[in-house]
Nanobody, 119 residues
Framework: QVRLVESGGGLVQTGGSLRISCAAS????????MEWHRQAPGNQRELVAI???????TYADSVKGRFTISRDNAKNTVYLQMNTLKPEDTAVYYC?????????????WGQGTQVTVSS
């Protein structure tokens, strides 16, 4: 069983910065791509950023130039550095791990962490 746990969310003012983390734990697995998604009240969950096992990154247009996704493979942890935050970035942020266990790939989700940007 693999577990993903996010941390680091909170309340920040417009223009501020925040870094959220997602740590994967368990045994007998390897992490492929890691993703950050977010969901604001009344909205669908949307993809924010992806980082592959090789470190290639992709961002949603709405966060490009402001957010940076990174990973520490030794710690099985992915980070999202969020700068120049805007009220529209307010959402619950979820990490998703594409996990390889033996010959099968699974998607695991964390429980989410709230990010609130005040205007």
């Amino acid at each position: 069983q693999v577990r993903l746990v996010e941390s680091g969310g909170g309340l920040v003012q417009t223009g501020g910065s925040l870094r959220i983390s997602c740590a994967a734990s368990g045994s007998g697995f390897s992490l492929n791509a890691m993703e950050w998604h977010r969901q604001a009240p009344g909205n669908q969950r949307e993809l924010v950023a992806i980082i592959t096992s090789g470190g290639t990154t992709t961002y949603a247009d709405s966060v490009k130039g402001r957010f940076t996704i990174s990973r520490d493979n030794a710690k099985n942890t992915v980070y999202l550095q969020m700068n120049t935050l805007k009220p529209e970035d307010t959402a619950v942020y979820y990490c998703k791990g594409v996990v390889q266990i033996r010959d099968t790939t699974f998607n695991y989700w964390g429980q989410g962490t709230q990010v609130t940007v005040s205007s």
